[in-house]
């Protein structure tokens, strides 16, 4: 899987998960670019990211990603191996 | 999650949230928001992390037990609080086992071990269900051992977001909570409709022949229909009635279910249905037989095709997905379609009395006139103001009367015990037995009497278990005679349509009272006049008071 496809596939669930059809993440998407990306919110998102890949975050990972370039890094690494 | 499943039982909620860990304080010290959404039923959700305090391998026996006591305390001070602030039901979680055992295997038997402090203490809350009513125990102890404990308590989800279980695992604990609430509110499933061959024993018994079914304990296979049997055959204690639904020649059906090695006896079942008829038809049927919804039908076949024309056919019938016979138990258990909540003594009985009507039915036949066949019942009729022994029976009573309904109100036991203990209500239960068996109590009539000489009838309810049994004039005679010593003199009666309770639409048009109101719904208003002369109007029923 090739970046592009791992943005592709991530902006469906940021669709999904915020009910907002119009958003398109980048790798400088943060929390608050979004509205609704309250510390609820991310829970249920970082689920849904984990079902959708297939993977799991560990917690330092999720303590330290600042935006989605970070989120997509952790992925790429994680299903390369 | 929860709103999902409880919608998904036609139960619509509104919840009030407390603010995180902050339930001892809201309970003992109160809040104005908690009081004015004044609970229905309030759910305790709490974790192994709720304690606060576990025994070290320092203490001695009486350290231990005071810790014990001191935990349990906290937890039984929030219940009576909320018991005094609210007429509520409580759900409790009980405590999951620890997610370490510093003891290894000794944690369990130790008293200093985290798992045997656990085991002690939900013990105490057991205690505490056992004596105190409207008090129910949400078991995750049991639902995080099936998930998995170790996936149950992935601590991930703690450190971070203060999850007491892993995200994933949290519509397991929703269902498992919905399913004691659907139960309190009387929506649990109350038959079984049960396919035969490859469902009840291995084989087919019009093709192989009764001597060539796998069913008791000489093959693995038998022995897993056995268990099933069995399983089924425990539901009947619960007043959980059996019915079979099969596609076959009726002499071969009842030769199958007469095989030595079988649990399940043709005795067992209310109806049998053993015949080349589409399967929606026979529960159509077999639902008109009971007079029991098909949607508290549990319909269990091994053939996905016959599953999904009855659940096609059928509204709100259960058609539990059963794939491979060693897992028919676990796939229905989990379903937790007959989840108990409040058992009374009449369930023992249930599938007693269906058969004692299936044998008046026959006796009707014989019979010309049906004031005569009535007579011939030599029913007796105990009709009174509630009383504490039966007050289970009549919550039960109204959550579960969907047909013989006039209002469709239903009441708690905590609503009923009100009710009971205002006197500014006419309550009546009345009993009915016959020849051929004691009903139990099978009617309950809750008036309301409101400037100073009105009595508006807010329920009156009937099992249909004893439909056309004149058990309603009796009823009428005596509320009208218990009206009359409280200076009533008009009552009033309500009828709202449901889905279920049309056969009682033209109930006080019957009784004589005069309609006063009819709005586009359907709902009605009717007013009785009893200030003048009141004939009786039951004369084949004896009725003690």
């Given amino acids: 899987m090739n970046k592009e496809e791992i943005y592709e596939r991530l902006n469906n669930v940021f669709r999904d998960v915020f009910d907002d059809e119009s958003i398109v993440v980048t790798e400088a998407t943060n929390s608050s670019d979004i509205e609704d990306w309250d510390s609820l919110e991310h829970i249920n998102l970082i689920v849904a990211v984990e079902q959708e890949f297939g993977m799991k975050f560990n917690m330092n990972e999720v303590t330290t990603m600042k935006n989605v370039g970070d989120m997509v890094n952790i992925i790429i690494s994680r299903i390369n191996n | 999650m929860l709103e999902i499943f409880l919608l998904n039982y036609g139960i619509k909620p509104n919840f009030y949230e407390s603010e995180y860990n902050k339930f001892y304080e809201d309970a003992v010290f109160g809040n104005d928001e908690l009081n004015n959404f004044n609970p229905d039923i309030i759910y305790i959700h709490t974790t192994n992390r709720n304690i606060l305090d576990y025994p070290t391998m320092y203490d001695d026996e009486k350290t231990i037990n005071d810790i014990l006591d001191s935990q349990y305390n906290r937890f039984k001070k929030v219940w009576d609080q ?147 049997q069995n399983y089924l055959k425990e539901h009947k204690s619960l007043g959980i009635i059996l019915n079979v639904n099969s596609k076959n020649e009726y002499e071969n059906a009842i030769a199958g279910l007469n095989h030595p090695a079988g649990t399940l006896k043709a005795d067992d079942f209310i109806i049998i249905k053993a015949n080349w008829n589409p399967k929606n038809l026979n529960i159509k049927d077999i639902s008109e037989e009971l007079n029991l919804g098909a949607d508290s039908f549990v319909f269990v076949d091994d053939n996905p095709a016959e599953r999904k024309i009855v659940q096609n056919y059928v509204e709100g019938i259960a058609t539990p997905e059963i794939d491979i ?121 809750i008036g309301n009497i409101k400037n100073i000489d009105e009595l508006h009838i807010d329920l009156w309810i009937m099992s249909c278990r004893v439909l056309k049994r004149n058990m309603e004039f009796a009823m009428m005679d005596t509320l009208v005679k218990k009206a009359k010593e409280k200076n009533i003199k008009t009552i009033y009666g309500y009828y709202y349509p449901t889905l279920k309770n049309k056969m009682v639409c033209n109930f006080y048009d019957m009784q004589g009272f005069e309609e006063m109101s009819c709005d586009e719904l359907g709902n009605k208003i009717y007013k009785l006049d009893i200030s003048k002369e009141y004939l009786n109007k039951n004369n084949v029923i004896e009725v003690n008071e």
Wanted: charged letters at 25%; one cysteine or more; proline letters at 3%.
């Fill in chain 2, 82 to 228: 909320l018991f005094l602030k609210f007429n509520a039901t409580i759900i409790q979680n009980n405590f999951e086992y620890p997610f370490y055992r510093l003891l290894g295997n000794k944690d369990a038997s130790d008293i200093h071990g985290k798992t045997n402090f656990i085991t002690r203490l939900n013990q105490k809350f057991y205690e505490y269900a056992n004596n105190i009513k409207n008090f129910y125990i949400n078991d995750i102890n049991y639902i995080s051992s099936c998930y998995g404990l170790d996936k149950w308590a992935n601590q991930f989800y703690w450190h971070m977001y203060k999850y007491a279980m892993e995200v994933p695992a949290i519509p397991y604990l929703s269902f498992n909570l919905a399913n004691i609430i659907k139960s309190i509110y009387g929506k649990n499933k109350k038959a079984f409709v049960l396919d035969l061959d490859n469902t009840l024993w291995g084989g087919i018994v019009g093709d192989d022949g009764v001597e060539n079914l796998a069913i008791g304990p000489e093959v693995p296979s038998g022995q897993v229909y056995s268990e099933f």
């Fill in chain 2, 325 to 445: 016979p060693e897992n028919y138990i676990k796939i229905i258990d989990r379903n937790g379609y007959f989840e108990v909540t409040n058992f009374s003594a009449e369930d023992l009985k249930k599938s007693e009395l269906y058969k004692d009507n299936a044998k008046r039915s026959q006796m009707m036949a014989t019979f010309d006139n049906y004031e005569d066949y009535l007579l011939s019942l030599k029913m007796k009729a105990e009709i009174s103001s509630f009383k504490p022994i039966y007050l289970e029976r009549i919550s039960q009573l109204s959550n579960k009367s969907n047909q013989f309904n006039l209002t469709t109100k239903r009441y708690s036991l905590a609503d009923i015990e009100n009710v009971n203990n205002d006197d500014n209500y006419i309550k009546l239960y009345g009993k009915l037995e016959d020849i051929f068996g004691d009903n139990g109590v099978i009617t309950v009539v």
